[in-house]
């Protein structure tokens, strides 16, 4: 593929240089992840960029992230000492008994997760495969990752949707930025995944040990 649009990393690279910053900052990648719910919610917002990079055809899915940011920002930002981690904010919920909520941070913190394994999944496919369409990308990343957890409102919304996804090369343009050629992108794209991995297994451990992770669409 030889799309380029002219130095410096893609639109990716702000999140590769936020997890690298975790990865060496001495204190270990679980660590990092207790003590940083700010970090978690700048990942979340990078996955809001590369929605808005698919185009409003995910507008669903965007507006679902956006609200569960907010919740969680929202909390953290009413004290930051206390909810800087994650695990507070669960622990918090736990004993207040409103877990389970729909309008729970510990639900928001649950569908961000599994909408950040939706983007890992969706670019590992687009960076794996060249002869790979948007649409199927979309479709096999959303298949193993938020489908299995969609109640049939939200199932039916995003097949709608599937049906107006831009083409493949659109899409990989837009994650470059100016400079950039198609074989760097794959390269902050490889780095995301390696870095972006860890981070979420991490956050599904501590989601397992709240017995949040079974837990559907209502």
Known sequence: MAMKRGGGGSELKPAVDELSLLKTDGHGTTNA????????????????????????TMVVLRQDVHQNIERLEELYESNPSIYS???????????????KRATSCSRALLWLCRSMDFTVALLDKIEKDAEVSLNQAIEEA?????????????????????????????????????????????????????????????????????????????
């Open 33 to 56: 992840i207790n003590n940083n719910t700010k970090t978690f919610l700048s990942l979340s917002k990078l996955l809001l960029h590369v929605l808005d990079k698919i185009g409003p």
């Open 85 to 99: 981690s994650l695990v507070e904010i669960l622990n918090k919920e736990l004993k207040d008994g409103t877990t």
């Open 142 to 218: 959303y298949q193993s990752t938020l489908k299995p957890w969609h109640g049939w409102i939200s199932s039916a919304a995003y097949k709608v949707a599937l049906k107006l996804i831009p083409e493949r090369e659109e899409f990989i343009n837009l994650l470059m930025t100016k400079g950039q050629d198609y074989n760097m992108l794959k390269k902050d794209i490889q780095c995301l995944i390696s870095l972006l991995l860890p981070f979420l297994n991490d956050v599904h451990s501590i989601l397992s040990t709240f017995d949040l992770e079974r837990l559907k669409s209502i």
